[in-house]
């Protein structure tokens, strides 16, 4: 590997780590505060990338523009799911929830593939394809951009969960659920305004991910395991610990994926198991559930 | 006393019912063409998976999200050793898959069965795929993503009767295994693990044998599929769905109980026989749909449903809709 191929490389995993964090700050935020490992997860990713499209194609909005009503058209639908299905049956044991979100995502899926076809779709633009040279490394605007602004999100949801009085709310309802309960906090409310966080960032991540890589209906998929891998990695519990492992599975991904393609999955779960088995709590996370 | 009379009568139903649903199964080929013969073996391979399945996931409590690596192995195995000079004949080499399935399953059981929940479930999910990474690159041995070909043998009842001897033997081992010591402690370990290790039992031990039992179950399942088959890849032997099809089929029966996975998967294979030939393109949404609902209402699946149903129809009990909404009563949170 010459210093070229690498500089490319990990500029790669650098682009790459911003969406990652973002998909996986939501499940993460599901996850720590409700103990849902959220399955469907991926198929929001999969609605927010369709809905670009469409809005993008059939209006001609830039699809940049398309990312806040996608954004807001998540965050109702996250909502309804967790007031309308999950919180009926969230105090049952693990595998319901677990379940359920599962038979959501194939739900979710199939339904996108029964109405859209699973022809592969990518979001053109005029700036598509263009991009700036830092010497040899190639560094293409619309990944820079989609790290910009899932580093945003990032900052924006960080900062909602850390001072506003919802945020707070939130936080409390993760740590002690009947405590916050005693103080006023309607815990069925904050569970539906979590998740439908969740599904808002993962929109909004499916949203740039349409302008970068050609996706069908299963893109969602590999997207929720990542989420997984990246929460384990990283630990639950706090914004940061997200974007550290983002990061650290970007670099992973990016070079095992440049190296051995073939063997790139079994490399990731083979790392994940290990490290499951060795430090269940993530490398910098503290326990905050399971 | 009539709750012992009312007991003794409830198992003389419940045997008389399982008797004449085994002699009906018996006689089914009589009548049947073989196309339909394969949607009953299918059925049978599903509970057969199912039941194995039910060890883990149901009677221990264990998500196990990759059984399907399992069933992939029994299906090369099997198939491999048909194929290998020794020219091993089937039964002999779909035990020697069983085995080795249970073997393998007990060495990754051993570090990933410390897991817990979620970790335990996306670990297994995880093992699965590495399984499939692993057959379809190692051309050497599975001749990777081409696949093997067993020999051909087309005769139908001999796969279904096979089948339906391997469910009758996965009931009977599944009584003796539950009134057994093990599976007691099994139901111990799902409800408390820790209580169960203070009251002696081998918790690690314990988990390890349902995790190698089920993977028993599943290898077996999956010889029968590739002999029937003939054409083995690991695209086809280790996809998800069979992992999707054994959970959905225990829950829509009854995780922990006997009969519940071979209920299950006669009831799911008719569901997606029914919606496969009435919306073909739909039929995945269904069965999330299906999921969802047995979830929200019947988490504990038909078996007690059934159970419910004969102690009403005997004027035991009364009959409530409300039955229906004792899961949501339960766990929702307001």
């Known amino acids: ?290 | 006393m009539p709750e012992r009379r009312g007991l003794r009568v409830g198992q003389w139903i419940g045997l008389a019912a399982t008797a004449v649903l085994l002699v009906g199964l018996l006689i089914l080929p009589k009548f049947q063409s073989q196309y339909d013969l394969l949607t009953y073996t299918r059925f049978l391979v599903l509970a057969l998976m199912a039941q194995g399945w039910n060890l883990i996931g149901g009677y221990t409590g264990y998500a196990a999200f990759g059984n399907v690596a399992f069933f992939g192995l029994g299906a090369y195995t099997t198939g491999l050793l048909m194929l290998s000079k020794l020219q091993v004949p089937f039964f002999p080499a779909l035990f020697c898959g069983a085995l080795l399935a249970g073997l393998i399953a007990a060495l990754i059981g051993l570090p990933v069965l410390r897991l817990k929940g979620h970790y335990f479930a996306i670990a297994t999910l995880g093992v699965a795929e590495a399984f499939r990474q692993i057959a379809d690159t190692w051309d050497s041995v599975t001749q990777g993503s081409t696949g093997i070909d067993l020999p051909v043998r087309t005769e139908g009842e001999f796969f279904y009767y096979s089948a339906l001897a391997f469910v009758v033997l996965g009931v009977l081992v599944t009584i003796a295994l539950r009134r057994s010591k093990i599976g007691y402690a099994w139901v111990a370990i799902r409800g408390d693990q820790d209580a169960a290790r203070m009251l002696g039992i081998n918790t690690t031990a314990m988990k390890v044998l349902a995790f190698a039992f089920s993977a028993m179950f599943a290898a077996i399942a999956g010889g029968l599929t590739a002999y029937q088959n003939i054409h083995v890849t690991p695209g086809d032997f280790f996809k998800i769905e069979y992992t999707l099809q054994m959970i959905i089929a225990t829950i829509i029966g009854g995780t922990g109980t006997i009969l519940g996975p071979v209920l299950g998967a006669g009831v799911y294979q008719l569901l997606s026989n029914y919606v496969w030939t009435r919306f073909l393109e739909l039929h995945p949404t269904v069965l999330g749909l299906i999921i969802i609902l047995f979830i929200i209402f019947l988490p504990r699946g038909l078996m007690p449903v059934l159970t419910g149903s004969i102690e009403v129809a005997r004027g035991r009990r009364r009959f409530r809709l409300q039955a229906l909404l004792a899961n949501v009563r339960a766990h929702r949170v307001t």
């Open chain 1, 1 to 290: 590997m010459n210093p070229t191929e690498f500089g490319q490389i990990a500029v790669n995993a650098v682009l790459l780590s911003g969406i990652l964090a973002l998909v996986a700050l939501g499940f993460s935020l599901v996850w720590g505060i409700m103990n849902i490992v959220n399955l469907s997860h991926g198929a929001f990713v999969v609605l927010g990338a369709y809905l670009t499209f469409f809005l993008h194609e059939l209006v001609g909005l830039d699809p940049f523009v398309t990312i806040p009503i996608v954004m807001f058209a998540l965050f109702l639908l996250g909502f309804g799911v967790q007031q309308v299905l999950i919180n009926q049956v969230i105090r049952a044991p693990l595998l319901a929830t677990f379940l359920l979100t599962f038979g959501l995502e194939i739900l979710i899926v199939n339904l996108v593939n029964y109405f859209f076809k699973a022809d592969l779709r990518s979001v053109t633009t005029r700036y598509t394809g263009t991009g700036m040279s830092l010497g040899p490394l190639r560094i293409p605007y619309i990944r820079l951009a989609a790290l910009g602004i899932s580093l945003l999100l990032v900052a924006v949801t960080a900062a909602f969960l850390k001072s506003t009085r919802q945020g707070r709310a939130i936080r409390a309802t993760g740590m002690d659920i009947d405590a916050a309960r005693l103080t006023g906090v309607k815990v069925a409310q904050i569970y539906a305004l979590t998740f439908a966080i969740g599904a808002s960032l993962a929109g909004g991540a499916g949203s740039l991910l349409s302008m970068i890589v050609p996706f069908d209906p299963n893109l969602g998929e590999t997207y929720t395991q990542r989420a997984f891998v990246i929460c384990v990695l990283g630990g639950l519990g706090d914004v940061g610990n997200v974007i550290l492992g983002a990061i650290l599975y970007a670099f992973v991904d990016v070079f095992v994926g440049a190296r051995l393609p073939e063997m790139s999955q079994a490399f990731t779960f083979g790392v994940l198991v290990l490290l499951l088995v060795l430090r269940p709590q993530g490398i910098a996370g503290k326990k905050l559930y399971a």
